[in-house]
């Protein structure tokens, strides 16, 4: 039973940075994936956000991409999100995911609001 516990978040200014990190423990398969996701006010689905694999590979949206860098502790199981310059239309609730290998399940954290202000 994967627990995934998010920190980070907040408000701030457009053009301005934030941090959002993630820390999974409870399990002890081998990770295989972890990620972000967002779901903007208003909307239903949650947008893949970026993923880093267990080789180190990263994948970003195109939206983020040369705006956003996830980074991966593995020693302490925690992927981190960090976020530049960032615009008006990246507010939404963040929340990081989880994959295990030999498992289909998704696991999720429990959100976090980040808003940005025009």
């Known amino acids: 039973q994967a627990q995934l516990v998010q920190s980070g978040g907040g408000l701030v200014q457009a053009g301005g940075s934030l941090r959002v990190s993630c820390a999974a423990s409870g399990s002890t398969g081998t990770i295989s994936r972890m990620g972000w996701y967002r779901q903007a006010p208003g909307k239903q689905q949650r947008d893949a956000v970026a993923s880093i694999f267990s080789d180190g590979t990263t994948d970003y949206a195109d939206s983020v991409k040369g705006r956003f860098t996830i980074s991966m502790d593995n020693a302490k199981n925690t992927v981190y999100l960090q976020m530049n310059n960032l615009k008006p239309e990246d507010t939404a609730v963040y929340y990081c995911?989880?994959?295990?290998?030999?498992?289909?399940?998704?696991?999720w954290g429990q959100g976090t609001q980040v808003s940005v202000s025009s």
């Open positions: 995911s989880l994959e295990y290998y030999g498992s289909l399940r998704l696991w």
